[in-house]
């Protein structure tokens, strides 16, 4: 069974910055599994920030990016606001349609 | 602008099956360029990926829940539905209905707004 490790909570002080990361409970993240990024907050469905690695979502301000940090795949938010406070989601796929999704990190902006 | 919306009923018995539709709009499910998939989410836990299926009708899903589930297509309807068996409480979620869209991007760029679903006799 493939799992995905995400930090379970994180907090960045408002202007400051923050780095997320996606991993595998065994081997490595690469391009290869496509890591993209989610964003939710409550009662509403997730919003999608980066795919691909590293591409932007249509509308999706330059203060997220995406990127693979050693062995994980990685979002980083710089200028951290209050309406970033949600919860990040990182997906790995593993082809034909299936997906697997880490267990989310908690953001919060104090 | 697509739009996917769930709709089934919001309470099932324990034992029975749960019976949800994805109703998709503004574009069309016969594209060799998507899935579409089922994913959901426990009250207060994370997303997790049921399965997904294909415009031919080729249909995967998640080890842990394979013998439960069957997704299916209706093109001609423009819709997708899922079928989980034998629920227990621990399938009460919200459900929601995505594209996952291929050729080398591989994610999900549409997302309907859930339903949430509870299982309680």
């Known amino acids: 069974q493939t799992v995905v490790t995400q930090e379970p909570s994180f907090s960045v002080s408002p202007g400051g910055a923050v780095t997320l990361t996606c991993g595998l409970s065994?081997?490595?993240?690469?391009?290869?599994?496509?890591p993209s990024w989610y964003q939710q907050t409550p009662g509403q469905a997730p919003r999608t920030l980066i795919y691909s690695t590293n591409t932007r979502s249509s509308g999706v301000p330059d203060r997220f990016s995406g990127s693979i940090l050693g062995n994980k795949a990685a979002l980083t938010i710089t200028g951290a606001q209050a309406d970033d406070e949600s919860d990040y989601y990182c997906?790995?796929?593993?082809?034909?349609?299936?997906?697997?999704f880490g267990g989310g990190t908690k953001l919060t902006v104090l | 602008q697509l739009q996917l919306q769930e709709s089934g009923p919001g309470l099932v018995k324990p034992s029975e099956t749960l019976p949800l539709t994805c109703t998709v709009s503004g574009g069309s499910m016969s594209s060799s360029t998507y899935y579409w998939v089922w994913i959901r989410q426990p009250p207060g836990k994370g997303l997790e990926w049921i399965g997904s299926?294909?415009?031919?009708?080729?249909?995967y899903y998640n080890p842990s829940l394979n013998s439960r589930v069957t997704i299916s297509l209706d093109t001609s309807k423009n819709q997708f539905s899922l079928k989980l068996s034998s629920v227990t409480a621990a399938d009460t979620a919200v459900y929601y209905c995505?594209?996952?869209?291929?050729?080398?991007?591989?994610?999900?760029?549409?997302w309907g707004q859930g339903t949430l679903v509870t299982v309680s006799s």
């Open positions: 065994s081997g490595s993240v690469s391009t290869s599994y496509y």
């Open positions: 299926i294909y415009y031919s009708g080729s249909s």
């Open positions: 997906v790995l796929y593993m082809g034909s349609g299936m997906s697997v």
């Open positions: 995505a594209r996952l869209q291929r050729d080398y991007r591989n994610f999900y760029d549409y």
